[in-house]
C-alpha cells in the first residue's frame, strides 16, 4: 500500500446544515483557456484551485497569456486574465506538461489549432495512457498537422493552420472535450464549423463562447461557431462543481439522520444527470435554481437521509450526463434493493484509471457483486450492507476513485483505508474537510 494511504474514520453523526462545494472543474478550464483567447483582461472568480486547472494555467502562461489569480479565503481563485487576442500564443520555449488534466491537453490541441506554432504536448504517466485519436482527427480534417500522424497517446506534437477550415464533423461518441476543441478551432475558420454528436454531453463551452463574442448555436445534439471572430475578454464567476457535489450528497443519502443543502452549485441540465438517477432510485433529492451566470444556471441541492433506495437502469443515452459520477452512483447503488445497470459504459475504461476495474475491484471488497457485460456495468446491492473489518481499497491514483472510496469508511460500520488518497487534489482538495464541517 503507498505511503500517502489514509486512514478514513466512520462520521460521528449526521451531516446537516449549508455548503458550498469548490468551484465547477469544467468551467474553471474554459474560463481559464476562454480568457488567454481573447482580446483584453477577463476578471475570473469562483475558479477551482486544483493540480488540473493549475495545468491549463501554466499552459496559458507558457503561450503568452498573463495570468494573475489570487487565493481567496474560501480557497477558490480569484484575479485576471490578459489574452493574446488578435497576436495570437507565443511558440512555447519547451513542451506543454498538461499533468495529470486531459481536459487541458484535448482543449489546448483546439486552441493551438489556427495558429502556425510548433507545440509537443505531454502529461503524466497516466495521462500519456488516454486516447487522444478522437481529437487530432478532427481537426487534421481542418489542416492542423500532429507528429507522429497516427498518435492515439500523449507526446503529441501540434503546428497549427493559419488559414484553418470549418467543417461539419459527426462525432463518433459524445464528448465535451472533443467537441469543445473542433469549436475553438472554428473561433478562426472562415465560415460555419459544426459538431453533431450522438447523445448529449457538457455544453458549457456553447454557453460561455456568446459572453467572450462568439456567435454560437447549443443544440441538444448539435453545436456550432460562425467564424473568423475576434474573442473579447468578458467577466466570469465560477459556479459549484456538481460533481463533487455528487459526494455529498452520497453521503447525506446513506448516513442516517442527515440533511444537507449544497449551495451555488451548476445546475446546468448536462451536469446533474446524477440527481436524475438519484431519483431513481428513490433518494430524497432536489434542486432549485436560483440565478443564471451568464447561460449557466445555479442554485441549491437539497438531500435528505432516504432509508430505502431501489435499483435502477440508467440508458446509454444519459451516460454522458453521469459520466464523472458513476463510481459514486455505483457506491450508492450498493446499498440499494436489486440491481443498478449502467449502460453504454466503456468510455470509463479509459479515464485515469480503468474505473471500471476500479469499481468492480472495490465492491468486490465490500461483499457486493458488480459486473461488466456487454459494455453495461451492473451492480446487485445490498440493503443491509455492512463492511468487513480492515478493508483497503486501491484508489489507482484516481480522484474519483479515492472519493468513493472515502465515503465506505465515512459512512459505513468500521475504519477502511484508501492508497493514494492525496490524488483527491486534481479535483476536491478539501473534500474530507467539508464533510467533517457538517457532521452534527
Known amino acids: 500500500?503507498?505511503?500517502?494511504?489514509?486512514?478514513?474514520?466512520?462520521?460521528?453523526?449526521?451531516?446537516?446544515?449549508?455548503?458550498?462545494?469548490?468551484?465547477?472543474?469544467?468551467?474553471?478550464?474554459?474560463?481559464?483557456?476562454?480568457?488567454?483567447?481573447?482580446?483584453?483582461?477577463?476578471?475570473?472568480?469562483?475558479?477551482?484551485?486544483?493540480?488540473?486547472?493549475?495545468?491549463?494555467?501554466?499552459?496559458?502562461?507558457?503561450?503568452?497569456?498573463?495570468?494573475?489569480?489570487?487565493?481567496?479565503?474560501?480557497?477558490?481563485?480569484?484575479?485576471?486574465?490578459?489574452?493574446?487576442?488578435?497576436?495570437?500564443?507565443?511558440?512555447?520555449?519547451?513542451?506543454?506538461?498538461?499533468?495529470?488534466?486531459?481536459?487541458?491537453?484535448r482543449l489546448l490541441m483546439g486552441v493551438l489549432a489556427p495558429w502556425p506554432i510548433e507545440v509537443t504536448l505531454t502529461g503524466d504517466d497516466s495521462l500519456r495512457q488516454r486516447p487522444m485519436r478522437r481529437n487530432t482527427a478532427p481537426l487534421m480534417?481542418?489542416?492542423?498537422?500532429?507528429?507522429?500522424?497516427?498518435?492515439?497517446?500523449?507526446?503529441?506534437?501540434?503546428?497549427?493552420?493559419?488559414?484553418?477550415?470549418?467543417?461539419?464533423?459527426?462525432?463518433?461518441?459524445?464528448?465535451?472535450?472533443?467537441?469543445?476543441?473542433?469549436?475553438?478551432?472554428?473561433?478562426?475558420?472562415?465560415?460555419?464549423?459544426?459538431?453533431n454528436e450522438p447523445a448529449p454531453s457538457r455544453n458549457h463551452t456553447e454557453l460561455m463562447l456568446p459572453e467572450y463574442g462568439v456567435p454560437t448555436t447549443a443544440g441538444t445534439r448539435v453545436a456550432k461557431v460562425e467564424g473568423p471572430t475576434v474573442m473579447h475578454a468578458s467577466d466570469l464567476k465560477v459556479p459549484g462543481d456538481p460533481s463533487s457535489a455528487a459526494f455529498l450528497c452520497a453521503a447525506a443519502l446513506l448516513k442516517r439522520g442527515s440533511d444537507v443543502v449544497v449551495r451555488d452549485v451548476s445546475l446546468n441540465s448536462a451536469r446533474i444527470g446524477f440527481v436524475r438517477t438519484l431519483e431513481r432510485m428513490g433518494a430524497n433529492i432536489s434542486e432549485h435554481i436560483e440565478g443564471y451566470e451568464g447561460k449557466e444556471p445555479y442554485g441549491t441541492i437539497h438531500v435528505k437521509f432516504t432509508d430505502a433506495l431501489r435499483g435502477c437502469e440508467i440508458p446509454s443515452q444519459h451516460f454522458a450526463s453521469i459520466l464523472d459520477e458513476v463510481?459514486?452512483?455505483?457506491?450508492?447503488?450498493?446499498?440499494?434493493?436489486?440491481?443498478?445497470?449502467?449502460?453504454?459504459v466503456s468510455?470509463?475504461?479509459?479515464?485515469?484509471?480503468?474505473?471500471?476495474?476500479?469499481?468492480?475491484?472495490?465492491?468486490?471488497?465490500?461483499?457486493?457483486?458488480?459486473?461488466?457485460?456487454?459494455?453495461?456495468?451492473?451492480?446487485?446491492?445490498?440493503?443491509?450492507?455492512?463492511?468487513?473489518?480492515?478493508?483497503?481499497?486501491?484508489?489507482?491514483?484516481?480522484?474519483?476513485?479515492?472519493?468513493?472510496?472515502?465515503?465506505?469508511?465515512l459512512c459505513g460500520n468500521t475504519p477502511v483505508q484508501v492508497s493514494d488518497f492525496d490524488c483527491i487534489a486534481v479535483s476536491y482538495p478539501n473534500f474530507i474537510k467539508n464533510i467533517q464541517k457538517l457532521v452534527s
Not at 12 to 40: C, F, N, Q
Open 1 to 105: 500500500m503507498s505511503n500517502d494511504a489514509k486512514m478514513i474514520e466512520p462520521l460521528s453523526g449526521a451531516l446537516t446544515g449549508e455548503i458550498k462545494v469548490p468551484g465547477d472543474k469544467s468551467i474553471s478550464h474554459r474560463a481559464v483557456l476562454l480568457s488567454a483567447m481573447a482580446e483584453g483582461t477577463s476578471h475570473l472568480s469562483g475558479v477551482l484551485d486544483s493540480e488540473d486547472v493549475r495545468s491549463s494555467i501554466s499552459a496559458v502562461t507558457q503561450l503568452g497569456a498573463k495570468v494573475d489569480l489570487k487565493k481567496c479565503t474560501d480557497g477558490s481563485l480569484e484575479g485576471t486574465v490578459t489574452g493574446w487576442g488578435q497576436a495570437g500564443p507565443v511558440q512555447p520555449e519547451s513542451s506543454i506538461d498538461c499533468g495529470n488534466s486531459g481536459t487541458t491537453a
Open 141 to 195: 480534417k481542418m489542416g492542423v498537422q500532429f507528429k507522429p500522424a497516427e498518435a492515439d497517446r500523449l507526446p503529441i506534437t501540434e503546428t497549427g493552420c493559419s488559414d484553418i477550415r470549418a467543417i461539419t464533423y459527426d462525432a463518433p461518441m459524445a464528448s465535451a472535450q472533443l467537441k469543445t476543441a473542433v469549436l475553438l478551432a472554428g473561433v478562426y475558420a472562415d465560415g460555419t464549423t459544426t459538431l
Open 327 to 344: 463510481p459514486v452512483l455505483a457506491f450508492v447503488a450498493a446499498h440499494a434493493r436489486g440491481v443498478t445497470v449502467f449502460r453504454g
Open 347 to 409: 468510455e470509463l475504461h479509459n479515464k485515469e484509471t480503468d474505473r471500471v476495474k476500479a469499481i468492480i475491484d472495490g465492491l468486490e471488497l465490500m461483499g457486493i457483486d458488480a459486473w461488466e457485460e456487454a459494455e453495461n456495468l451492473l451492480v446487485e446491492g445490498n440493503p443491509n450492507l455492512q463492511l468487513p473489518c480492515g478493508l483497503v481499497f486501491n484508489s489507482y491514483g484516481d480522484h474519483r476513485i479515492a472519493m468513493t472510496w472515502a465515503l465506505a469508511g
